[in-house]
């Protein structure tokens, strides 16, 4: 088990608890009253420091090494999965993966970026990093279900676009524009969760939906809070004071209705029960698609697209003029 | 992003007015070096008469050269920024706020107006550097939305010149979702065959190109200008390597496919006529009756 720095007094109690457990296992001292006290000791404390929170800490969670992916959640949630690849003209992005697959009976196409469990795996998927050809291949998937009436589903996960020379030679920022662009008039029902990092455009490029939902311990912000530290504060040292500031948690994005509802996470984090987020996830995602499939697709398109223009904080001041 | 750091390297950041510009005053051109008034440099659309170096200006400056007489009707200006995230880092936004307000009263990251340009209306939004940046908040997002309302409502093609380092940082998430309304709301005139030109001038970068100044219909812009999503310095930073010469210019775009043109600041008045003629919207307008009017043929910009 991987235990953050704020996870500390965790790390102890459960190296304890394995201790006693052992000897329990091992001896004839009966320790099952002493264990079930530090258990219970346990959960108290996680509860503790879950309550709590910081912006910083809500970043390092949702950078939990042990943390679900988006392949992950795909094969929990859906059955009969087919993987499709490429965007047509360049190449297959590694950094997105998706397909279409049964929810229940429904068929979805539903894909994300992907960061990979091990070191190797990582590098294959560049991180969750993906280049213009991650998301000209997305909108080819979300094409494909517009055609066929499959609703979309995405799962955003990224530290960020991919910051490389050869993105920018093949149009990073148009691909992205033009994603914001197809979603925002998609004819099907799109779903948009933010399972870990929801980084700048990099995230919303696949990110613009009729719905938009974040796990309780991710973010979504413009700007990483070490890359806003180094900008705003011209030193690398500011970003837990960057991340209060940007004031990217979900509660946080919800209170601003920018997202539409927060899905919880096991105490502790969605690591710890992969299996029940997952489950949590499906149900979210069957009772959303029941609201959202029967709708009139203009209807809901023109409901998508004034959420959309409603957001921002301004003030009218003096006349108006016309 | 990076306007701050760029404005931190000592980036000039007057508003250099043509009509204020008294004779005999010198200006160096930043981009060769070469010196000359400050009135030559005006009557050259603020170009170096040298090495045609296109120096950054104001929206007011582009609705001078682009709109008939240079009259044209300022609209949503009643829109202002504000700090609503209580929003500090070296310096709180409400401050930051404060001072750009001061320096150019009623004026934002971005100024919209509707005008002529030979006889033939047209909105223009046009972004503003040296207001925070050009930074896109929530005002650029809904001056753009109000500006595409508009053009619905009248029936008028919509040009944004962009100029700006990307998002307004310190409106965190409120200044990504401009890209999503932004762009959902160029959906609406894409609908309805309304033309939306974006023009790219020095510097459009981050959030900025990555939503509204890749979606036009044509998308153009002045020579030399740095047109990318992640800046220069991220890069390279990045990938530890130096860029090479020409990356992420206007030329480098043109090359790689994103750009339809580019066009010399003195050409664009001609060239906006000519597209105004093409991309009509005024259907009342007999396309079969004879010319009576020269229209100019379409130049290659050098
Ligand atoms: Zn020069």
């Given at each position: 088990m991987v235990f953050l720095e704020f996870e500390k007094p965790l790390e102890s109690l459960t190296e304890q608890l394995d201790k006693l457990k052992q000897v329990s296992e091992e001896g004839d001292i009966d320790l099952a009253s002493t264990i079930i006290e530090l258990e219970k000791k346990l959960v108290e404390k996680r509860k503790e420091i879950y309550s709590n929170l910081t912006g910083w800490q809500r970043v390092q969670l949702s950078r939990h090494p042990e943390r679900p992916y988006t392949s992950y959640y795909i094969d929990q949630i859906t059955s009969k999965f087919v993987e499709l690849h490429g965007?047509?003209?360049?190449?297959?992005?590694?950094?997105i993966v998706g397909g279409i697959a049964k929810i229940g009976n429904q068929s979805v196409v539903i894909l994300g970026q992907q960061k990979g469990n091990t070191t190797k795996q990582r590098q294959y998927h560049n991180f969750g990093m993906p280049n213009p050809e991650g998301y000209r291949k997305a909108l080819r998937m979300m094409k494909i279900a517009e055609k066929f009436n499959f609703p979309v589903i995405t799962l955003i996960d990224t530290p960020g676009a991919y910051p490389g020379m050869e993105a920018e030679e093949r149009g990073q920022a148009e691909a992205i524009a033009k994603n914001l662009f197809e979603m925002a008039q998609l004819r099907v029902p799109v779903l948009c969760y933010v399972i870990g990092e929801g980084a700048s455009g990099g995230a919303l490029g696949i990110g613009v939906g009729d719905r938009v939902f974040m796990l309780e311990n991710t973010w979504y912000s413009v700007i990483s809070p070490e890359s806003c530290s180094s900008i705003l504060w011209r030193s690398w040292d500011f970003k837990e004071v960057a991340a209060e500031s940007l004031k990217l948690t979900a509660p946080h994005m919800l209170e601003f209705g920018l997202i539409d509802e927060i899905i919880r996470e096991p105490v502790g984090g969605a690591h710890l029960e992969p299996e029940k987020m997952a489950k949590t996830l499906k149900s979210h995602i069957t009772k959303q698609l029941k609201e959202l499939m029967p709708m009139d697709p203009d209807e809901r398109i023109e409901q998508r697209i004034s959420k959309y223009r409603k957001m921002g904080e301004f003030e009218i001041v003096g006349q108006v003029k016309e | 992003m990076g306007w701050f750091k760029r404005l931190k390297e000592g980036v000039s950041t007057e508003t250099i007015n043509k009509k204020a510009a008294p004779d005999g005053l010198w200006h160096q051109c930043k981009k060769c070096g070469e010196t000359c008034t400050s009135k030559d440099l005006a009557d050259n659309f603020h170009k170096c008469p040298h090495c045609n170096y296109h120096n950054r200006i104001t929206p007011e400056l582009y609705f001078d050269i682009i709109f008939d007489g240079g009259k044209y009707k300022e609209l949503f200006s009643e829109i202002q920024s504000k700090d609503f995230l209580n929003f500090t880092d070296l310096r709180a936004y409400s401050d930051r706020l404060v001072e750009a307000k001061a320096s150019k009263p009623g004026k934002e990251a971005i100024v919209t107006a509707v005008g002529k340009v030979k006889r033939r209306e047209l909105v223009v939004a046009a972004m503003d550097f040296f207001y925070i940046g050009g930074s896109m908040g929530s005002v650029v997002g809904e001056k753009i939305s109000r500006s595409i309302e508009y053009c619905l409502e009248h029936k008028v093609p919509l040009m944004i010149i962009s100029k700006s380092g990307g998002a307004r940082m310190m409106e965190s998430a409120f200044s990504l979702m401009q890209m999503a309304k932004t762009s959902a709301m160029l959906t609406k005139l894409g609908k309805a065959g309304i033309p939306f030109f974006s023009f790219m001038t020095d510097p459009t970068t981050g959030g900025v190109t990555a939503s509204y100044a890749m979606l036009g219909d044509l998308n153009f812009a002045e020579p030399g200008a740095l047109i990318g999503f992640a800046g220069p310095r991220v890069i390279k930073e990045f990938i530890r390597k130096d860029l090479p010469e020409g990356f992420q210019t206007s030329e480098f775009l043109l090359e790689h496919g994103f750009l339809d043109f580019i066009v010399d600041r003195k050409d664009l008045r001609e060239r906006l006529g000519d597209l105004l003629h093409f991309f009509r919207v005024d259907e009342h307008v007999d396309d079969l009756a004879p010319e009576t009017e020269n229209i100019a043929p379409i130049q290659t910009a050098e």
């Open positions: 965007d047509r003209f360049i190449k297959d992005d590694k950094a | -």
